[in-house]
């Protein structure tokens, strides 16, 4: 049974830096192009960036180049997401997503990620 299960949310203040995981279980994660993205209260779901099988990294948000980053470890099936200089307008609930990327070209679209984790919440306040 393919699972991701994301997690490392939580409350920080701003300029402060977080770390989140997706655990993938059922599949192995460097085969897949794998994309995190975020949905703010009353906002649609945005794409954040995305690595691809062949660990090239798109960014979708110009808001977080320079400051956000994705890495994956294929032993423990594990994908990270790096966040520095955290800002308030980070703050939502994130997603980490998977494909099977036939290509090695990743997707450019996050509805063309099959396999979603639950998300994990991220706020940043003072």
């Known amino acids: 049974q393919v699972q991701l299960a994301e997690s490392g949310g939580g409350l920080v203040q701003p300029g402060e830096s977080l770390t989140l995981s997706c655990a993938a279980s059922g599949f192995a994660v460097n085969d897949y192009a794998v994309t995190w993205s975020r949905q703010a209260p009353g906002k649609q779901r945005e794409g954040v960036l995305c690595m691809s099988r062949s660990d090239g990294t798109t960014y979708f948000t110009d808001s977080v180049k320079g400051r956000f980053t994705i890495s994956r470890d294929n032993a423990k099936n594990t994908v990270y997401l790096q966040m520095q200089s955290l800002k308030p307008e980070d703050t939502a609930v994130y997603y980490c997503?998977?494909?099977?990327?036939?290509?090695?070209?990743?997707?450019?679209?996050?509805?063309?990620?099959?396999?979603w984790g639950q998300g994990t919440q991220v706020t940043v306040s003072s």
């Open positions: 997503a998977a494909a099977l990327d036939f290509e090695g070209l990743g997707y450019g679209q996050i509805y063309e990620y099959d396999y």
